[in-house]
């Protein structure tokens, strides 16, 4: 808040103060001074949401409204943005288009919030096509619901980036291995800073991982991460070991998964590299009454901790390094 005052000095000093005040809101931060609401939807200026791409400045907020965007991709650079479905949800569906051959969304900036919006349908060559493409700061998504892609979510390896999934749905993201011999996830989150997923339902992923990530800390907290009719790899992989916090899930693994294991833990990291797990207070079940291993420590040094965890099932609570209490 500036405060400006009555200053005796006549007309000189007077200007003098309102120059210091026009200044000093020209030095405010943008998203306090000049955010606007940018309203998207067919009876709008603005018709599709690439057309606020196009437009948008730091601080803005998008408003799309529901309805189905066809073919319809963007990039967006700025920073502070919230992009949000109103008035229902909108479902923006790729149709053989992918912003720089990676995404329905490629976002670039820092603080960016996307909430209540469906996105489906990504196919690019390289077999990563995804909803969003994450190569900015931090990036939140809060009730959204992304499937029938290649990757759910795919971000870049940014030391500081950071990847918050809110109250969201991820399913049937998935890469055919057996024909093309690459694999899709429901999310697959690379070298960021932070990643946090709760309250969210992840489902039917095939081959590939439900969840996989290499944040160096991870937080994994009162979801439903569940194969369904697929068969995931791993229900939660930890590709590169890191900090990490595994809470109050639900958590079911099918028969027709080719690995046994429903968490994994630095399969692909340093064996020797530091690190924290602690899984508490799950719900596991494995279908079908197969041999399953709740979680797979692959770490030589890092003692995995398994708290009060319901399992259900012919289950190994653990294999590797680590307690079970």
């Given at each position: 808040?500036?405060?400006v005052?009555?200053?005796?000095?006549?007309?000189?000093?007077?200007l003098r103060w309102?120059l210091?005040?026009?200044?000093?809101c020209?030095?405010?931060?943008?998203?306090?001074a000049?955010?606007?609401?940018?309203r998207?939807?067919?009876?709008?200026?603005?018709?599709?949401?690439?057309e606020?791409?196009?437009i948008?400045?730091?601080?803005?907020t998008?408003?799309?409204?529901a309805?189905d965007?066809?073919?319809?991709?963007?990039s967006?650079r700025?920073?502070?943005?919230?992009?949000?479905g109103v008035?229902?949800?909108?479902h923006?569906?790729?149709?053989?288009?992918?912003?720089?051959?990676?995404a329905?969304?490629v976002?670039?900036?820092?603080?960016?919030?996307?909430?209540?919006?469906?996105?489906?349908?990504?196919?690019v060559?390289?077999?990563a096509g995804?909803a969003i493409r994450?190569?900015?700061?931090?990036?939140t998504?809060?009730?959204?619901?992304f499937?029938?892609?290649?990757?759910?979510?795919?971000?870049n390896n940014?030391g500081?980036g950071?990847l918050?999934?809110?109250?969201?749905?991820?399913?049937?993201?998935?890469?055919?291995?057996?024909?093309?011999?690459?694999?899709?996830?429901?999310?697959?989150?690379?070298?960021?800073?932070?990643?946090?997923l709760?309250?969210s339902?992840?489902?039917?992923?095939?081959?590939g991982?439900q969840?996989?990530?290499?944040?160096?800390s991870?937080?994994?907290?009162?979801?439903?991460?569940?194969d369904?009719?697929?068969?995931?790899?791993?229900?939660?992989?930890l590709a590169?070991?890191g900090?990490?916090?595994?809470?109050?899930?639900?958590?079911?693994?099918?028969?027709r998964?080719?690995?046994?294991?429903a968490?994994?833990?630095?399969?692909?990291a340093?064996?020797?590299?530091?690190?924290?797990?602690?899984?508490?207070?799950?719900?596991?079940t494995?279908?079908?009454?197969q041999?399953?291993?709740?979680?797979?420590?692959?770490?030589?040094?890092?003692?995995?901790?398994?708290s009060?965890?319901?399992?259900?099932?012919?289950?190994?609570?653990?294999?590797?390094l680590?307690?079970?209490?």
């Amino acid at each position: 808040m500036l405060l400006v005052k009555t200053v005796a000095g006549g007309p000189g000093q007077t200007l003098r103060w309102v120059l210091l005040l026009a200044l000093a809101c020209l030095l405010l931060p943008a998203d306090d001074a000049w955010a606007r609401v940018l309203r998207v939807g067919p009876d709008e200026a603005l018709k599709v949401p690439s057309e606020a791409a196009r437009i948008a400045q730091d601080g803005d907020t998008v408003e799309i409204v529901a309805a189905d965007y066809t073919a319809d991709v963007a990039s967006w650079r700025q920073n502070r943005l919230t992009l949000r479905g109103v008035d229902g949800r909108p479902h923006l569906r790729a149709a053989g288009r992918a912003a720089e051959g990676k995404a329905i969304w490629v976002i670039k900036g820092d603080e960016v919030l996307v909430e209540n919006v469906e996105m489906s349908g990504t196919r690019v060559p390289g077999f990563a096509g995804a909803a969003i493409r994450a190569e900015g700061g931090k990036l939140t998504l809060r009730n959204v619901h992304f499937h029938d892609h290649q990757m759910g979510i795919l971000t870049n390896n940014n030391g500081r980036g950071e990847l918050a999934i809110i109250d969201s749905e991820f399913d049937h993201n998935i890469v055919d291995y057996e024909r093309y011999g690459k694999l899709g996830h429901n999310i697959y989150v690379g070298q960021i800073a932070r990643f946090e997923l709760r309250g969210s339902y992840i489902h039917d992923a095939v081959i590939g991982h439900q969840v996989k990530s290499r944040a160096r800390s991870n937080t994994i907290v009162g979801n439903r991460i569940v194969d369904g009719d697929g068969g995931s790899s791993y229900l939660i992989d930890l590709a590169e070991g890191g900090e990490a916090t595994v809470r109050d899930n639900v958590l079911r693994k099918s028969e027709r998964a080719d690995n046994n294991a429903a968490i994994s833990f630095a399969p692909e990291a340093n064996r020797e590299a530091p690190g924290v797990l602690f899984v508490a207070g799950n719900r596991f079940t494995a279908e079908g009454g197969q041999q399953a291993v709740f979680v797979r420590n692959f770490s030589t040094t890092v003692e995995v901790v398994l708290s009060n965890n319901v399992l259900r099932g012919n289950v190994t609570p653990l294999e590797g390094l680590g307690r079970v209490r």
